[in-house]
T-cell receptor
Framework: DAEITQSPRHKITETGRQVTLACHQT?????MFWYRQDLGHGLRLIHY???????NKGEVSDGYSVSRSNTEDLPLTLESAASSQTSVYFC??????????????FGAGSRLTVL | EDKVVQSPLSLVVHEGDTVTLNCSYE??????LLWYKQEKKAPTFLFML????IEKKSGRLSSILDKKELFSILNITATQTGDSAVYLC???????????FGQGTRLTINP
């Protein structure tokens, strides 16, 4: 069965360290997204990609970067982790559609704690 | 900037009650509104709404969209403890292929 996998599921790191969260999907979806979820804010979009070598900034992109070298993977990198980046991170993917709704399929989430 | 506001943020009811969750939105060139249910981990898809006045129904859950007043409601009848979750509303603008989410409504069903 197709799936979307995030790793690690839990990570504790220190302020200033570089952290990479992995996202791998076997749906063959063109679109991939990274969201963060914090109490009181719902899901906020960090970065997204519509295909290989395409990346775009979301509403809370400062301090984060992504790269898309193939269809399956969209790793999220925190260049220098800050305590404000303590959060639960969700990766999602969807088909590229010219019509119809963009139904996202989500990974299980990665809980990151920055001390 | 696209915006989604959900209310209430938190709701506690007894098993068997009926609940109504609200979602209002502002979006450039509306394309669709989606509802998700989130229990312990990943959000799971419930409904997609694109047209006003057409009710979507799945078991005890139903949802409807009003594109004139820019809101949607999610109804759950005869609630069960398994309905306890965070319910998320999201909108997509035309050509955007990305979703903007509201803050979510945390629903707790007490036995």
């Amino acid at each position: 069965d197709a799936e979307i996998t995030q790793s690690p599921r839990h990570k504790i790191t220190e302020t200033g360290r570089q952290v990479t969260l992995a996202c791998h999907q076997t749906w063959n979806h063109n679109n991939m997204f990274w969201y963060r979820q914090d109490l009181g804010h719902g899901l906020r979009l960090i970065h997204y990609s519509y295909g290989v070598h395409d990346t775009n900034k979301g509403e809370v992109s400062d301090g984060y970067s992504v790269s898309r070298s193939n269809t399956e993977d969209l790793p999220l990198t925190l260049e220098s982790a800050a305590s404000s980046q303590t959060s639960v991170y969700f990766c999602a993917s969807s088909e590229s559609r010219l019509s119809g709704a963009n139904v996202l399929t989500f990974g299980a989430g990665s809980r990151l704690t920055v001390l | 900037e696209d915006k989604v506001v959900q209310s209430p943020l938190s709701l506690v009811v007894h098993e068997g009650d009926t609940v109504t969750l609200n979602c209002s939105y502002e979006v450039t060139n509306f394309r669709s509104l989606l509802w998700y249910k989130q229990e312990k981990k990943a959000p799971t898809f419930l409904f997609m709404l694109t047209s006003s006045g057409i009710e979507k129904k799945s078991g005890r859950l139903s949802s409807i969209l009003d594109k004139k007043e820019l809101f949607s409601i999610l109804n759950i009848t005869a609630t069960q403890t398994g309905d306890s979750a965070v319910y998320l509303c999201a909108v997509e603008g035309q050509g955007a292929q990305k979703l903007v989410f509201g803050q979510g409504t945390r629903l707790t069903i007490n036995p």
